[in-house]
């Protein structure tokens, strides 16, 4: 899927620059691609990075066969958080994570599985999710004020010889600032509304969705301060995976191990 995604922005991208080259819009131009760029890079760095991958630990016959492992609650700025043992991956997932279906691993801080960059965005990759809402979002805007610009100076244009350019140029613009309007409408501006909210309060997607902490809104057990939590976003270093080199290489995900002692943060 990631090439999925990364093929429909190349294409509209494409169609706005043959436009772009065409009246000799060059400072759009160069805006243009500026944002593409960065927008690829979210493709690929999101979609590449382990999202915090948690490695299953193997299951050991008489300990691990028959389920023994409860689930228990830690505190947190006053409020309760459950740690909730995974029999699929034999360890107790850390506040946040959760188990993705998709992927059948517990992630770290798990916000969704992405099917635009295949894989589950988590504590690792959320940062890049966030780059590629955001780059797509200003491009399209950007784009849309200025095609509609151009769109109103060419129907006002009346010479003849420029009449089956301006046509085109009309038709092109016209077709891809509709579908901007409609992706940004229900679907980009919307995403990018929601993940603001939620990266200024601390939280998952998949937390908002579940509602699953109590008094979510009150006594948030993660909550510091707006700046730390707008900092974690933009300028924490990435964390070191948890994913060792046997793990990789392991196709039959049989030899997953542990590599950490189970500490348990609230991140
Ligand atoms: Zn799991
Ligand atoms: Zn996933």
Not at 115 to 144: D, E, H, M, P, Q
Request: hydrophobic share 45%; proline share 3%; with cysteine.
């Amino acid at each position: 899927m990631m090439f999925v995604s990364f093929l429909i922005i190349s294409t509209i991208v494409a169609l706005l620059l043959f436009v772009y080259i065409k009246i000799k819009a060059y400072v759009m131009i160069g805006v243009m691609l500026f944002l593409y760029l960065i927008s690829v890079f979210a493709i690929i760095r999101g979609g590449c990075t382990d999202p915090g991958i948690i490695p299953r630990k193997e299951f050991t016959i008489g300990i691990d066969t028959f389920r023994t492992k409860r689930d228990f609650n830690l505190i947190s700025n006053g409020a309760l958080v459950g740690v909730t043992y995974c029999p699929t991956c034999n360890i107790y997932r850390p506040p946040r994570a959760s188990h993705c279906s998709v992927c059948d691993n517990c992630c770290l801080r798990f916000d969704h599985h992405c099917i635009w960059l295949g894989t589950c965005v988590g504590k690792r990759n959320y940062k890049y999710f966030y780059l590629l809402v955001t780059s797509l979002n200003i491009n399209l805007i950007i784009a849309f004020i200025y095609d509609l610009y151009i769109i109103i100076e060419s129907a006002k244009d009346k010479e003849e010889k420029k009449i089956q350019f301006r046509v085109l140029t009309i038709t092109i613009l016209s077709g891809v600032s509709f579908v901007d309007l409609m992706v940004f409408i229900f679907f980009l501006g919307r995403l990018q509304v929601l993940h603001n909210k939620l990266v200024l309060q601390n939280y998952t997607f998949y937390e908002d969705f579940k509602k699953k902490l109590k008094n979510p809104w009150k006594i948030h057990p993660f909550y510091k301060n707006v700046w730390q939590h707008i900092y974690r976003l933009l300028l924490e270093f990435t964390p070191k995976s948890l994913l060792n080199a046997n793990y990789k290489k392991d196709p039959n995900k049989k030899n997953r191990e542990i590599i950490v002692s189970q500490k348990f943060t609230f991140e």
